[in-house]
């Protein structure tokens, strides 16, 4: 199962993961609200309510005081801490950039596929990366990095808010984000539009994949 949460959601849900097992009780709202920066409660209750749907904080009790996370949640916690696996967070455009999509959710991956720095696995979507066997609904796994050389495939967020997977070419007044598709052009972009969020390298393929 995978969860789609807000950055703001994701963020609660790491507070409590990584203080599940020091709480002396669970956190209180003003707590939470303080830890993760939430000025105001109505905000707080938004999050809680989407966390609660989605099965990672428990519905809380008339008596109850404060906020715990399910059995669910934690098991998710424990996936994490296993080495075989990586975050999946999402889908990432082979083609017109789309935002990514944050999830909630561990794949594994064998070690010949990653490096031993941080990594994370995206599923592709569109077929802008065809020419060099990248194909819609493939799994990719990248390398969490801020810079590229010129010529390597790198997952680039555009204007901080829609990420794309492209060969990367910098010069000191332009960006090229450049497809492997030759029905496909180029696109440009200042050096400010593009932060570089990993390079490629592994890939990974279901044959029972449906399009």
């Keep these: 199962m995978k969860l789609a949460l807000t950055r703001k959601q ?12 020091t709480f002396l009780r669970p956190p209180t709202l003003e707590e939470i609200c303080l830890a993760i920066g939430v000025k105001s409660r109505g905000s707080l209750h938004t999050h809680i309510k989407a966390l609660i ?11 109850q005081r404060g906020i715990r996370l ?7 916690v424990t996936n994490s801490h296993d080495e075989t696996r990586l975050p999946y967070v999402g889908t990432i455009a082979a083609g017109k ?3 990514a999509i944050e999830t909630i959710s561990y794949m594994p991956v064998p070690e010949q596929l990653r490096t ?12 802008s990366m065809i020419d060099q066997g990248i194909f819609d609904g493939d799994w990719v ?23 794309t997977l492209k060969f990367i070419e910098q010069y ?15 696109m440009r972009y200042k050096p400010e539009q593009v932060e570089i969020q990993g390079v490629l390298v592994g ?6 994949y449906h399009h």
């Design 10 to 21: 994701q963020e609660l849900f790491e507070y409590l993961a990584r203080n599940e097992s």
């Design 53 to 63: 749907e989605a099965n990672i904080i428990e519905a809380p009790e008339r008596k």
């Design 70 to 76: 399910t059995d669910y949640a934690k098991s998710l």
């Design 97 to 99: 950039p789309i935002e």
């Design 116 to 127: 031993q720095n941080p990594c994370y696995v995206l599923k592709v979507k569109g077929d």
């Design 141 to 163: 796994i990248i390398e969490q990095r801020s810079h590229a050389r010129n010529g390597e495939i790198v997952v680039a967020l555009v204007n901080k808010s829609e990420a």
């Design 172 to 186: 000191p007044h332009e960006i090229l984000l450049i497809p492997a598709n030759a029905q496909m052009q180029a």
């Design 203 to 208: 890939q990974m393929r279901s044959y029972t």
